[in-house]
């Protein structure tokens, strides 16, 4: 038979100043945890709401970045007539080719500069991504030396907002609109004309790379495996979508000082919880007693105590959800080696990263109440009644 | 003081639930621990290791805004002129892939160089004569930090290719020497008139035609390092090539906030573990005072002053966190060692230690939590009635 549990709520209800410091202790820990998680969801986020099924960067052979890659105008020809390509409203085949540049400024999170991608690309460029210019601004427009700015940048740098001008390449670009891709990582980039900026960075003979579109889905593995096999053609062709998802590694850093921090503070609050267990198991020793006589079995005086320990837990776990829940939606950024520039992203608080937080205080609170419930249910009713 | 009498009590007092004490004394040392952990990481993401009095006058120039844009050679004649100047060379910056790119242990930094500059610029950098000398005679040659050879298991003869990527040439070098440096940075340097060489030979148009990627400019003394770099990017500031000359520790300083916004994240976790300790410790003191209720009577009916047992109950409060914070110093200093030789993805953790000041301070934290959590049980105890603390049964 086993002990109501609403014995237990009682108990910990009685000793309330008790219950709420164990249970902060370990919610802040959950909630240090949850934060982590967020951090790497709303990374995730980020990259995988960034690039079109049906598109392929193509890049150079042997390079895996836009960064470092270059792709000549022969081969953006080549390219331009491969079969199964998707074709614009224009009649024309759907490749744009780009150049990619890193440029510094400071931003709200690093006074003393950050690095910022500037990409060089077409208006066939960005019709092939799924962007809007905000209203207010508008997109650059060719032979002038204009830029427009996703809206993250304009969120996180004073000096990239509308109407400012941002010194590289030659000379100075006026920031003309700002432009919203959703949640997509591009926000965080800088736009501004192939060739007006193309020629800044001295590559007038060769682009970083050149986005595809196939024309649908049985078009897109054809097209995709016979860019990779040209070997004359010399390409690394991906799929777009998985290019921006692997570099959500760019979190790696962060995310293994979260987990570690996390579980050094999982150790601490289990000893916590540990000892707040031993407290009440002897302080109740004479329930115990009475317990058992009654005729309560020693398992279910372990299980009762075990649940005790775990409903403890589990309201740190909530407790520790419910202190992290404010970050949901707080914009930060990190930098990614494949672009040398930061991304920003949103933490995302969602139910799967709360979940695992209330799982992980369940774990240090099964831990904590492991030992002592044991001790209870050794206890003989004998001294257990006798103790005071 | 009166109370140093009572240590025997106080010692005695503090250990008579053992377990507790331990788990308390085990609660506190973790969470002092991952204090002191999180301080020594904030020391060296944001402030750096010690610096060696080479790398203090050792200052990096590049190009103000685009990073990786290369600058004219032209520029160092120009900076020989500053006063304060010892020395000037160059490096480049030579992305491309080792063996697989998408496995991120292959990315380390690869440096075109001149070899003879190179010891001039870094004279901390040990490296056998001989090997020095094999270094600059074969122009094929690169050397490779011990941290970076080790990481590979390279010995001198060993192949490294390199095949470029926004330089379109396939380096073939041979590793001829292995140096010693005292920050454990993974970087391998190569002869930059190779690479030069290798670019002509490729016969595509040359990106670094009379231009490099940074400057290496060593100042005469540290005084003259904040005028030298002024004087230096005033030189550029309306060139088309505006520059930004900071001294190296800026510099690999200034990659940190790739990471993210880390100062804040640390800041905030610190506060967090503060607060936990506190809840901890201030709970355990207050579940000791509790059971000893009664005692507190006896020991007021035998003479004891509310002054004295309030003492005696705050010392057995600072001695427990004292406890657990020096074995938290010693747990922290155990992890940073295992730091400083694992493979982690935070390279800068490669130097983290525990110096003095940041144990005296985790010291100072945990005496300042013993004595603020055991500050509400002691009043109480103190306060409460002899009549009132021996009648109470619990």
């Known amino acids: ?388 | 003081m009166k109370v140093i009498s009572y240590l025997p009590l106080i010692t005695k007092n503090s250990f008579r639930n053992r377990r507790r004490s331990a788990l308390t004394i085990g609660s506190m040392m973790v969470s002092l621990c991952l204090l002191v952990l999180l301080m020594a990481m904030y020391k060296v993401l944001f402030y750096g290791a010690e610096q060696t009095p080479a790398q203090a006058v050792r200052l990096v120039m590049r190009h103000k805004v685009a990073l990786g844009q290369p600058m004219p050679l032209s520029h160092e004649g120009k900076i020989r002129q500053v006063s304060g100047v010892k020395a000037v060379s160059v490096q480049q910056w030579f992305g491309g892939t080792y063996r697989d790119a998408r496995d991120t242990r292959n990315f380390f930094a690869r440096f075109g160089v001149r070899p003879a500059d190179i010891f001039i610029i870094f004279p901390e950098y040990e490296i056998p004569e001989q090997q020095k000398q094999a270094f600059l005679h074969e122009r094929t040659g690169c050397i490779a930090s011990k941290a970076l050879a080790d990481k590979f298991g390279w010995r001198p003869g060993e192949r490294v290719t390199l095949v470029g990527d926004f330089l379109p040439i396939t380096l073939e070098l041979t590793l001829v020497g292995i140096f010693n440096e005292p920050n454990k940075f993974e970087a391998l340097y190569f002869n930059w008139d190779y690479m030069r060489e290798s670019l002509v030979a490729s016969g595509s148009r040359n990106p670094l035609q009379d231009s490099v990627s940074q400057f290496l400019v060593q100042a005469e003394s540290t005084d003259d390092v904040p005028r030298v770099s002024k004087a230096i990017d005033d030189l550029f500031a309306n060139s088309p090539y505006p520059t930004k000359t900071e001294t190296e520790q800026a510099f690999v300083l200034s990659f940190v906030s790739f990471l993210g916004n880390l100062k804040l994240f640390l800041l905030a976790i610190g506060g967090a573990v503060t607060f936990t300790i506190l809840l901890v410790s201030a709970n355990t003191l207050s579940m000791s005072v509790r059971e000893r209720i009664r005692e507190v009577g006896v020991l007021k009916t035998l003479g004891f002053t509310p002054g004295t047992i309030f003492g005696i109950l705050l010392g057995e409060g600072m001695m427990i966190a004292l406890i657990g914070g020096a074995l938290g110093c010693a747990l922290a200093w155990v992890l940073c060692a295992a730091l400083r030789n694992a493979t982690i993805p935070m390279q800068q953790l490669r130097v983290i230690n525990t110096p003095p000041l940041i144990v005296l301070i985790s010291l100072l934290i945990a005496l300042l939590i013993g004595l603020i959590s055991a500050m509400v049980p002691a009043i109480g105890a103190a306060r409460r009635p002899i009549l009132d603390s021996l009648r109470h049964t619990g």
């Not at chain 1, 995988?48 to 598109?55: D, F, V």
């Not at chain 1, 949640?183 to 986005?211: K, P, Y």
């Not at chain 1, 030992?371 to 006798?386: C, D, G, H, M, V």
Request: hydrophobic fraction near 50%; include cysteine.
């Open chain 1, 1 to 388: 038979m086993a002990i109501p549990i609403a014995y237990n709520l009682r108990n910990l209800i009685v000793r309330k100043t008790t219950t709420v410091m164990t249970a902060l202790g370990i919610g802040l820990t959950v909630a240090v945890l949850v934060a982590d998680l967020a951090l790497v969801e709303g990374l995730r986020t980020a990259f995988k709401a960034t690039g079109h099924p049906l598109q392929i960067l193509v890049l150079r052979k042997g390079s895996n970045a836009e960064l470092n890659s270059s792709v000549t105008r022969e081969a953006l020809q080549i390219l331009k007539s491969k079969p199964g390509l998707a074709v614009n409203e224009a009649g024309e085949a759907m490749a744009s080719p780009e150049i990619l540049g890193v440029i510094n400024l400071p931003s709200v999170d690093s006074p003393n500069g950050m690095n910022l991608t500037v990409r060089a690309l077409s208006q066939a460029g960005v019709a092939m991504r799924n962007v809007k210019i905000q209203s207010g601004g508008r997109w650059f427009q060719s032979g002038q030396r204009e830029v427009v700015v996703g809206k993250s940048v304009a969120k996180r740098y004073p000096n990239a907002r509308p109407g400012a001008r941002i010194r590289f390449g030659r000379g100075e670009w006026e920031v003309v609109g700002v432009f919203d891709a959703g949640e997509s990582a591009v926000n965080s980039e800088i736009w501004g004309e192939l060739n007006q900026v193309g020629s800044d960075f001295n590559r007038q003979d060769t682009v970083s790379s050149v986005l595809i579109r196939a024309a649908d889905a049985g078009a897109f593995q054809a097209l995709f495996n016979s860019l990779n096999d040209d070997r004359q053609l010399g390409v690394n062709a991906l799929r777009e979508r998985e290019y921006y998802e692997q570099q959500t590694s760019a979190g790696a850093p962060l995310q293994f000082f979260g987990l570690l921090v996390a579980v050094i503070m999982a150790i601490g609050s289990s000893f916590a919880a540990m000892n707040t267990m031993y407290a009440a198991v002897s302080r109740r020793a004479k329930e115990i007693g009475t317990l058992r006589v009654l005729g309560f079995s020693r398992g279910s005086i372990l299980f009762s105590f075990l649940i005790e320990s775990l409903l403890l837990a589990f309201i740190g776990g909530v407790f520790g959800c419910l202190l992290a829940l404010p970050i949901n939606g707080v914009t930060t950024g990190i930098g990614s080696f494949a672009t040398f520039s930061e991304i920003a992203f949103d933490f995302r608080v969602s139910p799967s990263t709360m979940i695992a937080g209330i799982v992980f205080a369940l774990v240090v609170g099964a831990i904590g109440g492991l030992f002592p419930a044991s001790n209870a249910a050794r206890k003989e009713i004998l001294t257990a009644l006798r103790e005071i």
